[in-house]
Nanobody, 124 residues
Framework: QVQLVESGGGLVQAGGSLRLSCTAS????????MGWFHRAPGKERAFVAG????????DFADSVKGRFTISRDNTKNTVYLQANSLKPEDTALYYC?????????????????WGQGTQVTVSS
């Protein structure tokens, strides 16, 4: 069982930045593709960004391309989401997820483990 713990959420003004972190309990962290998802009020959980186990493949939702980056440090069992130029519509609960595969995908059903989430609120 992989445990994931997110941190770094908070309240920020539009145009600001946040860096979210997600640390995993799994020693073989590099075997897992990681994803970030968010769930806005009244909406389904949606893909934000993903990264392969080695970190050489990344993918982003169209809504965040050019504003968000994803990275990982396998020596620290941690994946990061750097969110820049934040907009009020980015307000959501952000989750990280781990997939028992080296390749990230956008479908949330493909992920095996989830964190509890960290809240991001962007004020206008």
């Amino acid at each position: 069982q992989v445990q994931l713990v997110e941190s770094g959420g908070g309240l920020v003004q539009a145009g600001g930045s946040l860096r979210l972190s997600c640390t995993a309990s799994e020693r073989t962290f590099s075997y897992y593709a990681m994803g970030w998802f968010h769930r806005a009020p009244g909406k389904e959980r949606a893909f934000v960004a993903g990264i392969s186990g080695s970190g050489n493949i990344t993918d982003f939702a169209d809504s965040v391309k050019g504003r968000f980056t994803i990275s990982r440090d396998n020596t620290k069992n941690t994946v990061y989401l750097q969110a820049n130029s934040l907009k009020p519509e980015d307000t959501a609960l952000y989750y990280c997820a781990a997939r028992r595969s080296s390749v990230p995908v956008t479908n949330r059903i493909a992920y095996d483990y989830w964190g509890q989430g960290t809240q991001v609120t962007v004020s206008s």
